[in-house]
């Protein structure tokens, strides 16, 4: 499992490429090779990049659901609408299709940011106003998504 760290801004040119940021290399270098899945993120109009290995786990718990059911392949087909495999070329740029650079509202400046094990592609005035509109309930949100089992402290 790959644990991602690091927030950067880049910049795409007319084609939708960027350069991916040496710190992200240098992290991603054991699965370079293996290729990507860049997908439309679920809940912000962000791109998700998936290393495939990572890609593959997800899948793989995917393929659990049970397809006789209509809201799972409802799930399915809304989480992989749009998923295209990538690759870092040679120069270190990273080609973004048209449809995903739409859907994410990119334009010219772009900030990577790590989310765990995946990296988050966003147009950097979308990135700021979505870190700002976080930052109000932030501290409630903290409490309640990191409320740790309070005996387990004291073991």
Same mark, same amino acid.
């Given at each position: 499992?790959?644990?991602?760290? $690091?927030?950067?801004?880049?910049?795409? =040119? !007319?084609? *939708? #490429? +960027?350069?991916? &940021?040496?710190?992200?290399?240098?992290?991603?270098?054991?699965?370079?090779?293996?290729?990507?899945?860049?997908?439309?993120?679920?809940?912000?109009?962000?791109?998700?990049?998936?290393?495939?290995?990572?890609?593959?786990?997800?899948?793989?718990?995917?393929?659990?659901?049970?397809?006789?059911?209509?809201?799972?392949?409802?799930?399915?087909?809304?989480?992989?609408? $749009?998923?295209?495999?990538?690759?870092? =070329? !040679?120069? *270190? #740029? +990273?080609?973004? &299709?048209?449809?995903?650079?739409?859907?994410?509202?990119?334009?010219?400046?772009?900030?990577?940011?790590?989310?765990?094990?995946?990296?988050?592609?966003?147009?950097?005035?979308?990135?700021?106003?979505?870190?700002?509109?976080?930052?109000?309930?932030?501290?409630?949100?903290?409490?309640?998504?990191?409320?740790?089992?309070?005996?387990?402290?004291?073991?």
């Amino acid at each position: 499992m790959i644990n991602l760290i $690091g927030t950067y801004e880049c910049k795409a =040119d !007319a084609k *939708g #490429r +960027l350069m991916m &940021p040496a710190a992200f290399k240098k992290q991603l270098s054991p699965v370079l090779q293996d290729g990507f899945v860049v997908k439309r993120a679920v809940f912000q109009s962000c791109l998700e990049l998936y290393p495939m290995q990572e890609w593959n786990l997800l899948m793989k718990k995917m393929n659990g659901l049970n397809r006789f059911k209509k809201k799972n392949n409802d799930f399915i087909r809304r989480f992989t609408a $749009g998923v295209k495999i990538v690759e870092i =070329d !040679a120069t *270190g #740029r +990273l080609l973004i &299709p048209k449809d995903l650079v739409s859907f994410a509202g990119i334009k010219k400046e772009l900030v990577l940011s790590s989310a765990v094990n995946i990296i988050e592609i966003w147009d950097k005035d979308q990135y700021e106003k979505a870190i700002d509109d976080a930052a109000v309930d932030f501290a409630e949100l903290a409490e309640e998504v990191m409320d740790f089992d309070e005996e387990a402290d004291q073991d």
